[in-house]
């Protein structure tokens, strides 16, 4: 109850910021606020700021500040806090949510003026003040040549996202329910899938800021990856997917599955990313990009480690197919090329371990999927195994626990 009084007379709170530990690779505070505040935060992150240990006790709906190098740089009002239940492939294990329509940066706010408005803050330290809202219209009043995230969000209604759906989301709305029934889902379940992702969880996400009208808006695995993250945080969705025995989540999971499936599109995608990163150097480019489409070294050293197929041993080349372990838009560089985050597959096994119908456990022997029908109809057999090393077992863990469907939806 104490705390539940201190945020309401508290609701403006200062988020301290070390400006070489966290921003190593930006020039300037107004480098900072260009690309992190008003690009990387808004559209990159959807909002999410993240951090390791401790965050912030403001209350929802309420001012942050972000001060960084002794000024205040820029505001976002906070809409939630999340803790994720291991951490994230950076270390993170919780995050705070703003709302990506308020997050707004400005001239830097000296010590000097903020102490003008609020006497209390008596340095710019790691002390996250909170402070009172009665005198925040003031600090408005004083902040100068303020820029907001270009983003159209309208305040006054909740939107009707099935409605609002324009034509391209509406096509692939279309492509998925046709998705859906190909692989074998019915009828009754396709729509049940769609109209979960089209509508409650779209919803969501607007209100969030994650999309602007549907999560059919999202053509990448790597952006929807992020959002249904972010969706899978919400209290609401744990509350609904477990009234729905597990619907919200499987919907999530075979949007994700229909992303995939469009693999040219992905890797093309995933290429154009390896050839604009500018910190990499063109001989790494090449190498990324042949591990990329199954070709160059990481083949090759696949072809020598394994000596044929990981599972059955078939030894013509030809026909096999260079598949890693841990996900491509899941790993580092160097993960990626690593001899031991690939294995050698026949076709009809790289699919259905891709997809998450089979993996193995410690001592290599086959999971299948209850979600895997016939899988004899595949080539599929539940005396398969295959021989991992040590140096495959971290890779093997991440796809048992990440990527393979251990449970039915």
């Known amino acids: 109850m104490a705390s539940e009084q201190a945020e309401r ?41 993240q951090y390791r240990t ?21 505001s976002a009002t906070l809409i939630g806090r999340h803790k994720l239940e291991e951490p994230d492939a950076e270390g993170y294990r919780r995050y705070l949510q703003f709302d990506v329509s308020s997050i707004k940066v400005f001239t830097p706010v000296t ?25 925040y219209s003031k600090f408005e009043g004083l902040i100068k040549n303020t820029k907001s995230v270009s983003i159209e969000k309208s305040q006054s209604k909740k939107p009707n996202v099935v409605s609002n759906l324009n034509l391209d989301t509406n096509l692939t709305l279309d492509k998925f329910k046709k998705y859906l029934r190909e692989i074998g889902k019915s009828s009754k379940t396709a729509k049940n899938y769609s109209g979960a ?37 919400l209290d609401i969705f744990n509350d609904r997917n477990t009234i729905g025995k597990g619907m919200y989540k499987a ?30 150097g063109e001989t790494e480019k090449t190498t990324l990009t042949n591990a990329r489409i199954g070709q160059g070294q990481f083949r090759k050293n696949l072809i020598k ?3 044929g197929c990981a599972v059955t041993g078939y ?9 890693h372990i841990k996900p491509w838009r899941f790993s580092e560089n160097q993960e990626r ?29 086959i999971r299948i999927s209850a979600n895997l029908e016939d899988p004899e109809v595949v080539g599929v057999q539940s005396d398969m195994s295959i021989k991992l090393s040590k140096s495959h077992q971290l890779y093997m863990e991440y796809h048992r626990n990440l990527v393979f469907k251990d449970k039915l939806t």
């Open 337 to 365: 090329l690593d001899l031991y985050n690939g294995l050698l597959l026949l076709p009809n096994l790289d699919k259905v371990f891709d997809k998450g119908y089979i993996s193995f456990d410690m001592k290599g022997k």
């Open 315 to 323: 030894k013509n080349n030809r026909l096999l197919i260079a598949s």
């Open 305 to 307: 480690y394994w000596n």
């Open 197 to 233: 992702i089209s509508g409650v969880m779209s919803n969501w996400a607007v209100q969030h800021g994650w999309v602007r009208e549907s999560l059919f808006e999202i053509s990448t695995l790597r952006s929807f990856d992020m959002v249904a993250k972010n969706i899978q945080t």
């Open 54 to 74: 401790s965050g912030l006790s403001a209350a929802f709906d309420k001012v942050v500040l972000f001060q960084c190098d002794n000024r205040i740089i820029a």
């Open 251 to 280: 919907s999530l999971n075979a949007y994700t599955d229909f992303l995939t499936d469009l693999d040219d599109t992905q890797i093309g995608n995933d290429i154009s990313d390896i050839i604009l990163d500018g910190n990499i």
């Open 111 to 135: 010590l000097s003026e903020t102490q003008k408005i609020w006497p209390k803050v008596k340095s710019f330290s790691q002390v996250k003040w909170n402070l009172s809202s009665a005198e």
């Open 9 to 49: 007379q508290h609701p403006v709170q200062i988020l301290p910021m070390n400006f070489r530990d966290e921003f190593p690779d930006y020039d300037s505070l107004e480098d900072v606020q260009k690309r992190y505040f008003l690009n990387q935060l808004p559209f990159s992150q959807n909002g999410r700021f």
